[in-house]
Every structure is written in C-alpha cells, then in structure tokens.
C-alpha cells in the first residue's frame, strides 16, 4: 500500500465523528497530537473549528477531500496542519503532515487507495498491535523469570550465609573443645606448649620477666573419698574461677594439666611477684576447702636462654612438692 509505505507523517482510520480507530505516526512531532478513541476534532483551535468541520463534511459528502489547512492548539502552542482523506463505509482516513510541499503527493497517492487496501491497512495495525502485544508479554515473562531467579540466589545466599554462620560456631567449638579443659573450661597441657613459647618470645622481644607456677590441690583424693565426686568437681571448678579472677587478662595464662594439677604463665612478671600472688590465691582457697589446701611452686624464666618447657615444669614441681611436704 503506496500511501503506507510513503507517508512519512501521520494516517489515521476514523469513523464520521471523527474517533480515532488506528493509527500509525512515523513521526513523534504530529503523533503527540492524536489518541486512539478520542476524536482528532478536541484538539482543533477554536478559531479552525469551521475548517475541520468542513474538511469532515467535505470527506462525507464527496468520499474525498484534500489540501484543507487546519490549526492545531497543544500547550499553548499552535500548530498548522495538512489534511487529505478517503471516505468508505462511513469510515475515513485521513492523512495528515506539517509539510505543505506533500499536498500534491498525498492527494495523487490518495485517489490509489481502495476499500481492500484500506483494510490491509487495518489488518497491518493489528499485526503490529499484537505483535507488540506478544513482545511485550515476553519481555514481562522475561522479567518475571528472572525475578524469580534473582530471588532463589537471594534465597541460597541467605542459606548460605546461614550455614557459613553454623560452621564458623561449630569451628569455634571444635576449636575451644580441643585446647580447654571441658570441666573447669580452663586451657589444657595442649594449648601450654604454644602458649608458653610465644610469650617466651614476646618476653624476649619486649625485655621483660616471664614466671611459671605449678599448683597441686594437697588431699584433693579425701575430698572425693569424703563428699564424692561431684564434691570434687564442683571444688576444681570454683577453684578455677578462683584462679581466674586473680591473675591479668590477655596477659597471664592458667592452665590444668592434670586431675588436681594445675600451672599459671605469668607475664611481665618475676617469681617473688608470682610467689606473693600464689599467696593470696592460698588464703582465699582456704575458705573454699577445710579438708584440701594448695601446694605450689614459682620459678622464673630465663628470657635470654633457651628453655625446655618440660625441664621448667619439673623444676618447679620439685619447689611444689617441697611445698607440699612443708604444709604436712
């Protein structure tokens, strides 16, 4: 269809009110103008409402009309507009442009147009309607589609998330279960080996005294024989907590390293300052126990030598079990 194919403005199918059925607008400056299902006459200037009626009386009457000059007001501003048509059946089209030099072409290309090509026409807007129709329900499935994927990662990475929380807690676990003693939560003669050479080179490195204590509950087996098990458990575990709160944070280290053994890493520390904190913690177990009593004893570490862990413990075991023998 020539007028189709040529136009490179505006054609439109109406009925003889003037309502807009199709329409097809190559170019946005005249299609801003019209709507489907409104009438092109609501947006005729007032002062050109004679000039489009007689252009549709003229369209009606004659079943052509052409060249007619219409004024257009949109936002205050007025716009001249071209008018050529073909009337059939009580429906129009009407072709429309801004360009005056398209008369002579619109109104040659007008008088080829029969009823069958009108009707390719339509039938031409309705396959572009609903192929626009099909793009545009394929792109919503599209973006449906992955909306749903989008939200199944947002769900695998909450999981995840979630499981990588579970794991780093089980790890934490596993972790404070190998190097702390599941009784008194203290740490274990697993983690005193570690723990003992890296504050002998943080002593080294810093330039201060490092001290060792070995602690053995004296009578420790009448207690259990006595009171029973869970009185001795219960006595080890306050004795910890006991512990605990004499000695530094983050700076000293306690220890059990065996049933009713145990040993502190003292850090900037020396062993008449080891000896005077063993002491107090001598007195207040005191008022845990009338039947046990600590036997202990403190040595200082060498920090410019090198040590054997095992050598430093039995050196001050034997200052314990002198101790221990005294306190008989």
């Known amino acids: 269809m020539n007028v189709v194919e040529d136009i490179h403005e505006i054609v439109m199918v109406c009925d003889r009110f003037g309502i807009i059925e199709e329409i097809s607008f190559p170019l946005v400056n005249v299609s801003d103008y019209f709507e489907v299902g409104q009438s ?6 007032s002062q050109s ?3 489009a009626l007689t252009f549709m009386l003229e369209l009606n009457n004659n079943k052509v ?5 219409v004024n257009f007001a949109v936002n205050d501003i007025i716009k001249r507009i071209y008018f050529s048509g073909y009337s059939k059946d009580n429906q129009f089209v ?12 619109f109104h040659e290309e007008l008088m080829k147009i029969n009823s069958e090509q009108v009707n390719q026409f339509r039938l031409m807007l309705k396959s572009k309607l609903r192929e626009q129709e099909s793009q545009t329900k394929a792109t919503m499935n599209y973006f449906d589609e992955i909306s749903k994927l989008n939200n199944e990662l947002l769900n695998s990475q909450r999981e995840l998330a979630k499981k990588n929380q579970e794991l780093n807690l089980l790890n934490g676990e596993l972790e404070r279960l190998a190097t702390r003693d599941p009784l008194t939560g203290l740490y274990n003669r697993r983690l005193l ?5 890296e504050e002998k080179r943080r002593a080294e490195r810093l330039s201060y005294a490092l001290a060792l204590a070995v602690i053995d509950i004296n009578h420790f087996k009448k207690v259990n024989d006595q009171l029973g098990h869970a009185a001795g458990d219960e006595l080890l575990i306050r004795f910890s907590s006991l512990m605990l709160g004499m000695i530094r944070e983050s700076l000293d280290f306690a220890f059990r390293i065996g049933g009713d053994e145990f040993l502190i890493l003292f850090a900037n520390c020396n062993a008449v300052q080891g000896e005077a904190i063993l002491e107090r913690l001598n007195m207040e177990f005191a008022k845990l126990s009338d039947i046990a009593s600590l036997a202990y004893g403190v040595i200082e570490i060498d920090k410019d030598c090198d040590v054997d862990l095992d050598r430093c413990i039995m050196t001050a075991d034997s200052l314990m079990f002198v101790n221990k023998q005294g306190s008989r």
């Open 49 to 51: 409402m004679s000039k």
């Open 40 to 45: 092109f006459l609501n947006r005729v200037d």
């Open 193 to 197: 080996f570690e723990k003992f050479f």
């Open 94 to 105: 009407i072709i429309a442009t801004t360009r005056a030099d398209s008369f002579n072409h």
């Open 65 to 69: 009309a052409s060249n007619h000059e």
